[in-house]
């Protein structure tokens, strides 16, 4: 029984040493998990954030056209931007109203409709750009956006800058304005006329 107790004995510091072996593995394996876990994260963050790149391209370019289509249609080739990006959806410089944009869109990276706008010297609207602060991901842009961006250096999507800018210098000038809800009335006040236009069909302009 001796010998037994003394042998039962010499385990214990081998069970405490294997248990203690145990112990730091598992706190290793929940380390490299935690790790993989956060660059999973990480990685699921930038491709929802590029999503909303592409949704951000996709919309400012519907607002360029627009704003493009709005000025080379002018009557009389009288050229001229809209005051409002309302007249955008619904303009009545002709006898047959045309619609150059479906809608108002939704900035995808703040969720709301309230846009930035670029005006020219006469304060009409040339362009639009987000009012969000995040820094982007993407860096490169074809040659026509990247013209529509301008010079300046890219810093924030606020820099993104959906304008047309055609040859004759019409676009000079332009400076940044208020979101639509402080420099135009706002969605709040044109909300109903906004919301009006946006429900009816989509008319051949639009293509």
Request: no cysteine.
């Amino acid at each position: 029984m001796a010998r037994l107790t003394v042998t039962g004995s010499a385990f214990l510091p081998a069970l405490r040493h294997e248990r203690g072996f145990a112990y730091i593995a598992l706190l290793a394996a929940l380390t490299v998990l935690m790790l993989l876990l956060g660059m999973a994260a990480g990685d699921i963050a930038q491709a929802a954030q590029r999503e909303r790149e592409a949704q951000l391209l996709f919309v400012g370019k519907q607002f360029r056209n627009a704003i493009a289509s709005y000025y080379e249609r002018s009557p009389q080739g009288n050229h001229q931007y809209p005051d409002s990006l309302a007249q955008l959806l619904q303009d009545n410089r002709s006898a047959k109203p045309a619609r150059h944009l479906r809608r108002i869109y939704v900035d995808p990276m703040t969720g709301g409709t309230e846009w930035g706008l670029l005006r020219n010297e006469q304060g009409r609207i040339i362009g639009v750009y987000s009012q969000s602060r995040q820094v982007p991901l993407k860096t490169s842009f074809e040659p026509e956006l990247q013209q529509s961006f301008g010079d300046e250096p890219v810093l924030s999507y606020a820099d993104w800058q959906f304008a047309y800018r055609p040859a004759d210098g019409s676009a000079d000038l332009a400076t940044p304005d208020a979101p639509i809800d402080e420099a135009e009335g706002g969605v709040e006040e044109e909300g109903s006329v906004l919301e009006e236009l946006n429900a009816e069909e989509e008319s051949p302009a639009d293509e």
